[in-house]
């Protein structure tokens, strides 16, 4: 079945420092990609997308690419910032429309 | 547009109770997804509901069951409550295909005590 597999954490850096958040997945045929972001106490927000191979998801900084050949996904931000601080989340969803998420890393940004 | 409203915020049960917690979907959003996010952990997919029909579950038994009403809203049901059902429990609401990724709400904290 479809199946993600995120970095483990906690990965703890320092204000304005680089970024990557490693995604790789399994899937049968052509899933779409995403990377959701929890800030504690509430739910997921869909952060970026992608939905074919070699796309780029980007939003508020960070980006994302759909590599087929790698079946990855990796996550990157050039400077994080505080207000980055929170558990972030990659998921795949396959043809039947069944969102699969990984087990999440939780980022901390020190001043 | 308004977004996914979920209720109650907390709950707290005692092992054996029926819990019913409720989902208000996105406007023009057909799908209900329902996640089961234990502490530390990646949501778990629980079931989806479309049209008012179950399409596709997850690894959950029989005694978590679900509703979609003619407006999309959705409900979720545990009978027999366990200790380990104490989790956050997650709404997401989406289109058909999903390909433009889900709507959550802010999700339920069930407590079993």
């Known amino acids: 079945g479809n199946s993600v597999t995120q970095m483990e954490g906690p990965v703890t850096l320092s204000e304005e420092a680089f970024l990557t958040i490693n995604c790789t997945y399994t899937?049968?045929?052509?899933?779409?990609l995403f990377w959701y972001v929890q800030y504690p106490g509430e739910g997921l927000q869909l952060l970026l997308k992608?939905?074919?191979?070699?796309d780029k998801g980007s939003n508020k900084g960070f980006e994302a690419t759909y590599r087929k050949e790698t079946t990855s996904f990796h996550l990157e931000k050039g400077s994080v910032q505080v207000s980055d601080s929170a558990v972030y989340f990659c998921?795949?969803?396959?043809?039947?429309?069944?969102?699969?998420f990984g087990a999440g890393t939780r980022l901390t940004v020190k001043p | 547009e308004t977004g996914v409203t979920q209720s109650p915020t907390h709950l707290i049960k005692t092992r054996g109770q029926q819990v019913t917690l409720r989902c208000s979907s996105q406007?023009?959003?057909?799908?209900v997804s329902w996640y089961q996010q234990a502490l530390g952990q990646g949501p778990q997919f629980i079931f989806q509901?479309?049209?008012?029909?179950?399409?596709g579950r997850g690894n959950f038994p029989p005694r978590f069951s679900g509703l979609q009403f003619p407006n999309y809203s959705s409900e979720l049901n545990v009978n027999a409550l366990e200790l380990d059902d104490s989790a956050l429990y997650l709404c997401?609401?989406?289109?058909?295909?999903?390909?433009?990724?889900?709507?959550f709400g802010s999700g339920t904290r069930l407590t079993v005590v």
């Open positions: 997401a609401s989406s289109d058909r295909d999903g390909t433009y990724g889900y709507t």
């Open positions: 509901y479309y049209r008012e029909e179950e399409n």
């Open positions: 998921a795949l969803s396959g043809r039947n429309n069944d969102m699969r």
């Open positions: 406007s023009g959003h057909n799908t």
């Open positions: 899937a049968t045929g052509y899933p779409s």
């Open positions: 992608a939905t074919k191979a070699d």
